[in-house]
């Protein structure tokens, strides 16, 4: 007797020593990813997720759960990130705390289970342009299509015109709309009555236990430096500022010889334009190799000044950076503001602060031209029409030549003329002489 308790015994203590470590360990093994998606929805917020999806997959997560809490963002990084959901095989989480708005609400939609915190909402999805008013009809079509469509897509039968109703105010929802003409905005028990939720909790653990990952290992993603530097650099605002600082950088460096400041700045701005895009995953190495072809063309156009290399090295930078953004439009619409704030500060630097502005000694003119010097009254110097002479000095467009041993104030007919260049005198009015670079065989020998 004694014989069969010790085996039935030594039974239990076995079981107790493989089995229940077993299923202990299990349970540990369950991953779970938890992805934050904060303040706007742009660009480099789904450079972001694509890494934490992939990461997760990589682990053989059970679940992905982002915790959303946004304002809304822009519509084309809402399509790339419900896109990215979308394809992904692993169970995605909405938890809401404490809200989704616009583009938030849009993803929230394409997860497959919403969860929310108490005083969470969601909703207020139309679309709205960057001046402030709400956009043309065919985007806004597109746009509460696309939202009709995410509500369609889930398994647990929402009815699509609450969707609707949040980017579009015309759709009768009176019950959970503060008045006519208002978008739907649902508070967390208002989402749980029309099924846009399937629980609201008090915490995130409340929902791991709702859920059934009590009993999992939670990984937190966040975003790296060179990530957040490119959500940074990527914002439809701060593009532009950026275009707008390399292209006056630029415009200030052609307008003289050499390499100082204004070129540095250029390249700085544009090599973290190029770098964020690139981390951002919107930017190949095809744009960047444009833009470094475009760049030759425009410093041989310096050294070998016809007018062909220049055009085309410009229409090539140009190019590389409309091809760097994942909006063809808004880049091009971002160009443009750029060149013309280059334009416009490069004519009040001109104008006012060229004196004062020691940085700027090498691009305008500072040589005095007084009689101690050489210089000569050039009021009704007719007889130099025709004439041949050296610079004397560089060319920005105005500087001097020498002719016979005698300085003369003089301008050219626009472009930039290096010291040493033979210029043949083309226009005199009054005290106004006008060059050009001499083109004939043999005269800057």
Known sequence: ?????????LFILFVSTFAFPLASTDAASQKVYKVPIKNEVEKGLYAFLQRSFSEAEEAGAEAIILEINTPGGFTDAAWEIAKLMDETELPVIAYINPKALSAGAFIALHADDIYMSRNATMGAAQVIESSGNAAADKVHSAWVADMVSAAKSSDHGRDPKYAQAMAE??????EYRAGVGKLLTLTASEALDVGYSEGTVASFKELLQETGYENAEIISTNKT????????????VVVPILLSIAGLGLVLELYSPGFGVPGTMAIIAFVLF???HLVAGLAGYESIILFVLGAILVVAEIFLPHGIAGAIGSLAIIGSIIMAGGNPMY????VLI????????????MKFFSKKLHLLNKVVLMDSTDTELGYVSNVNRVELLGRIAK???PLRPAG?????GEKIDVVSEGSYIDKGISVSIVKVEGSRIVVRESVEKGENE
Do not use: N
């Not at 880049?331 to 971002?334: E, F």
């Not at 750029?338 to 630097?349: E, H, P, R």
């Not at 001097?400 to 016979?404: G, M, R, T």
């Open 1 to 9: 007797m004694r014989k069969m308790i010790g085996t039935v015994l």
């Open 169 to 174: 105010s015309s759709v009768d929802v009176s």
């Open 225 to 236: 430096f060179a990530e957040s530097l490119a959500s940074l650099i990527t914002h439809p």
């Open 274 to 276: 190029f770098y964020g």
């Open 331 to 334: 880049m091009a619409g971002s």
């Open 338 to 349: 750029a060149v013309a704030i280059a334009v416009t500060g490069m004519v009040i630097i």
């Open 391 to 393: 610079t004397s000095t």
């Open 400 to 404: 001097a030549i020498e002719l016979d």
